[in-house]
Nanobody, 120 residues
Framework: QVQLVESGGGLVQAGGSLRLSCAASGRIFSINSMGWYRQAPGKQRELVAVSTNGGATNYADSVKGRFTLSRDNAKNTVSLQMNSLRPDDTAVYYC??????????????WGQGTQVTVSS
């Protein structure tokens, strides 16, 4: 019922920048939180950054000061600006969104994932 479409990602050299974007569409009544997670090979999926409806944005310690999350509530979009990228940022990045659908049921949706590869 709620679809997430991701864009961005790719291959970049260490120290470079990339921007990821995610747009939510479908039967959305309201969105609570929206953000990004990542999963590196052989590792568990982890939080990168998330924006809550209360206005707070939480970042993983490993990306603080380098990544910036921006959310547009009117467009149901979220973007992740990633600067000073490092090889250990290499992972598949997933957009995640939860909230209430038009049927007044909660939803918790994931995007299909986008690859970010940082070369040394």
């Amino acid at each position: 019922q709620v679809q997430l479409v991701e864009s961005g990602g790719g291959l970049v050299q260490a120290g470079g920048s990339l921007r990821l974007s995610c747009a939510a569409s479908g039967r959305i009544f309201s969105i609570n939180s929206m953000g990004w997670y990542r999963q590196a090979p052989g590792k568990q999926r982890e939080l990168v950054a998330v924006s809550t409806n209360g206005g707070a944005t939480n970042y993983a310690d490993s990306v603080k000061g380098r990544f910036t999350l921006s959310r547009d509530n009117a467009k149901n979009t979220v973007s992740l600006q990633m600067n000073s990228l490092r090889p250990d940022d290499t992972a598949v990045y997933y957009c995640k969104c939860n909230g209430i659908s038009n049927d007044y049921f909660p939803f918790d949706s994931w995007g299909q994932g986008t690859q970010v590869t940082v070369s040394s």
